[in-house]
């Protein structure tokens, strides 16, 4: 299978004096970069500012604006990148205790016909894990969306600083979890089996 990879188009200037603007405007520009013209574009979707949190973890995320240029929906049921070994469709949950928690998106992304679907900081966003290595503000990071379609599209996303929305991973608390109940059990199993060998020794 061929990968179709976006090719970069020039935004209108309408659009381009808005996202100045509003980069202009926002009370955020301390910690969230400004919105910038760069469009990616394929036959299906356009990815508009497409970016990637720098890092030197082993984790970050993806994010930009995929707007469905076409008459049908379309659902993204993966992503992968060269530099993780792992990636995944994530949400943000809030949870009653206003803290947010990350989790994988069943299903996948589905972005309705001529309809956009963001992906941002604190809201859903494309995950990167086990890192093979760090992420420089400036670097250029390759991502492949895969659709229900069976077709791959790649698109390249600028490393950028940022250092909001900082949320947890929530099957790390359930794998955390699970390991424990895993290891009781087996130290039960083990008590077990030397209480049967003791009683046999003294039969």
Not at 19 to 38: K, R
Not at 76 to 102: K, N, P, R, Y
Not at 194 to 199: G, T, W
Request: contains cysteine; hydrophobic residues 30%; glycine residues 6%.
């Amino acid at each position: 299978m061929t990968t179709a990879t976006l090719r970069r188009v020039v935004a209108p200037a309408i659009l381009i004096s808005a996202l100045v603007l509003t980069g202009c405007a926002s009370n955020a520009t301390e910690t969230e970069p400004e919105a910038g013209t760069d469009i990616q574009q394929t036959d299906v979707f356009t990815i508009a500012d497409p970016w990637i949190k720098a890092t030197d973890t082993d984790m970050t995320g993806v994010f930009g604006t995929i707007s469905n240029i076409t008459d049908e929906d379309f659902t993204i049921v993966s992503a992968s990148a060269d530099i993780a070994d792992m990636t995944e469709l994530h949400e943000t949950i809030v949870q009653s205790d206003g803290s947010s928690v990350m989790q994988e998106i069943e299903g996948g992304i589905t972005v309705p016909a001529r309809e956009d679907y963001v992906l941002e900081p604190g809201g859903n966003h494309i995950m990167l894990m086990s890192l093979t290595g760090e992420i420089l503000p400036g670097d250029t990071v390759s991502v492949t969306l895969t659709t229900d379609s069976g077709e791959e599209y790649e698109f390249d996303a600028i490393a950028k600083e940022y250092t909001g929305a900082q949320e947890t991973y929530a099957p790390e608390h359930d794998h955390s979890e699970h390991e424990h109940e895993h290891e009781h059990e087996h130290e039960h199993e083990h008590e077990h089996e030397e209480h049967d060998h003791s009683e046999h020794d003294h039969e």
